[in-house]
């Protein structure tokens, strides 16, 4: 289990986050007024640190064990689509951005935006989209998918969230929608760049590789004809000794391993630039038995 800790960068992310906004709320350090966001007082007072130090002034119970749910059961799946610190950027630039456009569309209003509702949305709406078919195991329970387990946390967090409505409190009201309507937008936007990126200018970024590694095995070709027709010339020259006192260890290993075409059109692309580089630097004669058969190898995949 500590290993699991160890390699989520988002245990160590939210765990000074949770203990800020727990000993705010239980010790009454009554620090919100400061951290939270108000475009109206932001554009008196110039409080420009406000932009990023909402989501700190969180004083709900519900909204705090929302995000909570959601960002450490399903933060280790955003993590495995992009580097590790990917994630912790986007969320401190999305912080930024909301706390911008908020300021712009309610300039004039008297509104306290606190939370980190948005960030929950977001990763809530994103997993949704991406791992909707996939299913969650948690012990003897029937497995269950995550699209079902997210609506059941979505209709959970709007049940609590009845009374805001009730109240008929329109600036509650506001600072309680902005932000979930925020975090959708987002998200969605965020998804359609991965779908257009997957189902349209991946498939032909790889056809543009595979017409250019089948140019370099046109090309493999022509220089395997050359140098068969050499080989027989190189194969008769005087043989250099096979140790030297102070030879490099790393290049012999490297002859003595034989070379293999592999299943990975990239991985063959290097191999054969490789090859084809050393012969223009060193010429024919500098090729090697292993490389030589690397080369019929590929020319007759063409």
Known sequence: MLSIFKNNIGFYLFLPLAIFIVLNNFFNLDITSVLALNPKNLLKTNSLWTLITFPLAENSVVNFLFFSTIFLLYYPLLQSIYRRWFFPVFFALLTV?????????????????????????????????????????????????VAHINLIIAMAYLAFSIPIFIEGNTTKIISFAAPIVFGMIIAIIFYLQIYFYNNYFLPKRRIRSINEIKQLLTKARESVQTLESTLVTHQTEPEQPKIQPFGNRFEKIAKSNKIMVSDDPETNEELLNKILDKISERGIESVTANELELLKQLSSKI
């Open 97 to 145: 951005l909301q706390g911008a456009f908020f300021t712009l569309a309610f300039w004039d209003s008297d509104i306290n935006f606190i939370g980190l509702t948005s960030i929950s949305t977001f990763i809530l709406v994103v997993v949704s989209f991406l791992y909707s078919s996939e299913r969650f195991a948690f012990g003897k329970l029937p497995v269950i998918r």
